[in-house]
């Protein structure tokens, strides 16, 4: 069936080191791939998306493209932040039958000073 | 910025009662949906509900969940008898319109135990 892999956490740094936070998808179709954040005690927020095949998503610093040839949409930033310190969730959508996300397991990330 | 409330942000309760767990969407968003994450595994989808009904249920999804928006704001899902395996954090979230791309907005969860 569907799903999403993410590497599993915690992923502990100092601050301005590079970030990678791997992510790899099954899916039947095209999907639409999505990295959420959840920040201690928020909900989950939308921080980049990619609706197609080599698209890159970017935004406050994070990037990530769509590699419909090794199935993985892997995040990365190039220097963190202790503000990063949230809790990342890779996910897609099928988009052509259903809306639903698949989420994968969330990867935490620690940036310490 | 408009945002996805959720009450109460942590719920207690038996083995067997009710619960419900309340949401306020976005105020124009007209699809709403319910997820939820046992600790340590995948948030999973359990339902998606648009113009006053479901659109897409999973399999957990079963006779003993239901939801409902009583009203023009409010948004609920309703545990007619909890078991333990219930025990969870249950997002709320909301769009404006139905697409692959669209931008579910969530809410702060409520966490869930059943003793």
């Known amino acids: 069936g569907d799903s999403v892999t993410q590497m599993e956490g915690p992923v502990t740094l100092s601050e301005e080191a590079f970030l990678t936070i791997n992510c790899t998808y099954t899916a039947t179709g095209y999907p639409s791939l999505f990295w959420y954040v959840q920040y201690p005690g928020e909900g989950l927020q939308l921080l980049l998306k990619a609706t197609k095949a080599d698209d890159k998503g970017s935004n406050k610093g994070f990037e990530a493209t769509y590699r419909k040839e090794t199935t993985s949409f892997h995040l990365e930033k190039g220097s963190v932040q202790v503000s990063d310190s949230a809790v990342y969730f890779c996910a897609l959508s099928l988009a052509y039958n259903t809306d639903k996300l698949i989420f994968g397991t969330g990867t935490r990330l620690q940036v310490f000073p | 910025e408009p945002e996805v409330t959720q009450t109460p942000s942590h719920q207690v309760t038996q083995m067997g009662q009710e619960v419900i767990l309340r949401c306020v969407p976005i105020?124009?968003?007209?699809?709403f949906y319910w997820y939820r994450q046992i600790l340590g595994q995948k948030v999973e989808f359990l339902v998606s509900f648009y113009n006053n009904e479901i659109s897409e249920k999973s399999e957990i999804f079963d006779d003993q969940f239901s939801v409902e928006r009583p009203d023009g704001s409010n948004f609920t899902l309703k545990i007619r008898s909890t078991k333990l395996e219930d025990s969870a954090m249950y997002f709320c979230?909301?769009?404006?319109?139905?697409?692959?791309?669209?931008?579910?907005?969530f809410g702060p969860g409520t966490r869930l135990t059943v003793l």
């Open positions: 979230a909301s769009s404006e319109r139905t697409s692959g791309t669209d931008t579910q907005y």
């Open positions: 105020s124009n968003h007209l699809y």
